[in-house]
């Protein structure tokens, strides 16, 4: 194999991650012919074939996948020692790649929007995952810092807590259950809910809590994100568990009501998380001093608005 150049592993990751030859060169503006001819030469370097395609339809083979994690373990590590040589300059720029919770994309941009009027210099770029994936692009070196919960035990994972998230059962405002107060996790045994995917650590909190009241769940739609869940309570398909930060103009539009129930909301925390084995980028350290510092403010001017 001979050695790859940095130029034919950058044009590889972008068309690795993007499953695509078209969108990998408008994102590095590069003509798609040239993009073509990059990956082809790496190929040639390795002596296997990186990319099946068929038609427009790009997979990558098992060499590919292979290559494909190098070339972002790279990437990552060369963004961090351009941050370092940044900071060692004195200038206030930087890039940053952070991944959040799908949960946490309601209150995800104002935090960045805060964050980039104090450090302009500073480009960042936000990715929407479920909990699962989100693990995923932290082990991969694609994002340096992860908002999210809990993450698993003995993963590797630093996380900081910066503020509370409390979850919990939301009803049509029809629904017969709304007008009962003090409600058990019993009276929810014959109720129809309408589930985030597997993955989801909205998911794994609610299969906890049932759990935990020796209540047995049933089952209806999987949908995959919060979105599509609240249009499905309030059609009347069932009952859904969301966390409460989600639900902050459904609640004040009374188009959604959180039912009253014993052991709810579920408190979770807010963490930012980060790999233990890695140092941080100076974007990096600035981005969680903020986090650590405001969080708490930020979020719920997020989902409910700015205090009067």
Not at 11 to 28: P, T
Not at 127 to 132: C, F, P, Q, T, V
Not at 280 to 290: D, M, V
Request: aromatic residues 6%; hydrophobic residues 45%; proline residues 5%.
């Amino acid at each position: 194999m001979r050695n790859p150049t940095f130029r034919q592993l950058r044009v590889f990751e972008a068309v690795a991650r993007h499953l695509s030859f078209s969108r990998a060169a408008e994102e590095l503006f590069l003509t798609q012919p040239a993009v073509s001819m990059q990956v082809k030469q790496l190929e040639a370097g390795v002596g296997l074939p990186l990319v099946a395609q068929s038609g427009k339809r790009v997979q990558l083979t098992e060499a590919g996948v292979l290559m494909a994690q190098v070339a972002r373990r790279i990437a990552g590590e060369l963004r961090l020692a351009g941050d370092a040589v940044a900071a060692l300059q004195g200038l206030a720029t930087g890039s940053l790649a952070i991944a959040v919770v799908s949960t946490a994309i309601y209150f995800a941009p104002h935090f960045l929007a805060s964050f980039s009027t104090r450090h302009p210099g500073i480009q960042v770029r936000l990715l929407e995952a479920n909990r699962e994936q989100v693990l995923k692009l932290l082990f991969e070196n694609e994002v340096q810092l992860a908002i999210m919960g809990q993450p698993p035990d003995g993963s590797g994972l630093d996380a900081e807590y910066f503020a509370d998230h409390p979850l919990g059962v939301v009803a049509a405002p029809d629904h017969p259950l709304v007008s009962r107060p003090g409600l058990q996790a019993a009276d929810l045994a014959g109720e129809v809910f309408v589930l985030r995917e597997s993955g989801s650590g909205t998911r794994r909190t609610m299969e906890r809590y049932f759990t935990d009241h020796g209540v047995a769940l049933r089952a209806g739609m999987e949908l995959a994100s919060n979105e599509t869940i609240k249009q499905a309570v309030m059609a009347g398909l069932g009952l859904g568990f969301l966390s409460l930060h989600t639900i902050g103009l459904e609640l004040a539009s009374n188009r959604l009501r959180v039912l009253d129930v014993a052991g709810l909301p579920v408190r979770r925390r807010w963490n930012l998380c980060a790999r233990q084995d890695r140092l941080l980028s100076p974007a990096a350290l600035a981005f969680r001093q903020f986090v650590l510092q405001d969080g708490q403010e930020l979020l719920l001017e997020g989902v409910l608005g700015p205090r009067p």
